[in-house]
């Protein structure tokens, strides 16, 4: 079942002679559970591609529907409560609220909504990530590869129809970023996630079942390794 679908996705920053186009007739589909790597170095307009993805901009051509729902439809609100409910987002910077403990931040998107977790889901997400003896703590008690694993804890709670992650390993060590790889691809097995990974490291994309290439504003291949 396809979770995702771009038909002529064009971006273009300024107006005149002062015109960039950072996203030239976008055309992608990514299907339900798949674990996707978006490659690109910087300025490829993978960044660009992942804003608009998460509802944060807004082509200036084109059409993107996420599970269904056309994003150029919503409004502002709307577009706000789309993001909390139906994309997770995990970025290489955390973004964990430093005064709530770890079980606080994975919760946080419910509590927002004033809505009651799944129990057996919870947990299942936090012992598939390996936090479950961390909840109680606080973010600085954690290493980055922990408060990392919490983000994508976070990103997860709601079930979302897709997760982006913008980068997810490029404030870790070689450790670390290993280890985060593991648990996105753990969550697209065990969870039947469906992932985009941006980054413009190749060995990292290597993990994905599916490379799609960005360069210049478009997709210059698109690899299904598995």
Do not use: W
């Not at 771009?6 to 976008?26: F, H, M, P, W």
């Not at 674990?35 to 084109?62: E, M, N, R, Y």
Request: one cysteine or more; glycine letters at 8%; proline letters at 4%.
């Amino acid at each position: 079942m396809e979770i995702l679908k771009c038909e002529g996705v064009r971006k273009v920053y300024g107006s005149g002679g002062n015109q960039v186009t950072a996203l030239d007739g976008i055309n992608l589909s990514v299907g339900r559970g798949e674990f996707v790597a978006i490659l690109g170095a910087s300025g490829s307009g993978k960044s660009t591609l992942l804003h608009i993805l998460g509802s944060v901009d807004k082509p200036t051509d084109g059409t993107v529907l996420i599970d269904g729902t056309d994003l150029s439809r919503l409004n502002r609100t709307q577009e706000a409560i789309f993001r909390r409910r139906k994309v997770g987002l995990v970025y290489q910077f955390y973004n964990l609220i430093p005064t709530l403990t770890v079980r606080q931040n994975i919760l946080m998107p419910l509590s927002l909504d004033k809505k009651t977790p799944d129990p057996e889901y919870f947990e299942k997400i936090v012992k598939s990530l390996g936090i479950a003896d961390k909840l109680d703590a606080m973010p600085n008690q954690l290493s980055g590869g922990q408060q990392q694993r919490a983000a994508i804890a976070r990103s997860l709670i709601y079930r979302p129809a897709l997760l982006l992650a913008d980068e997810p390993t490029g404030n870790l060590d070689q450790k670390n970023s290993k280890e985060v790889i593991d648990m996105l691809k753990l969550s697209n097995r065990n969870l039947e996630q469906t992932i985009l990974l941006i980054t413009h490291d190749e060995k990292v994309a290597m993990e994905a079942g599916r490379i799609i290439t960005v360069e210049d504003g478009r997709i210059i291949s698109d690899e299904r390794r598995r």
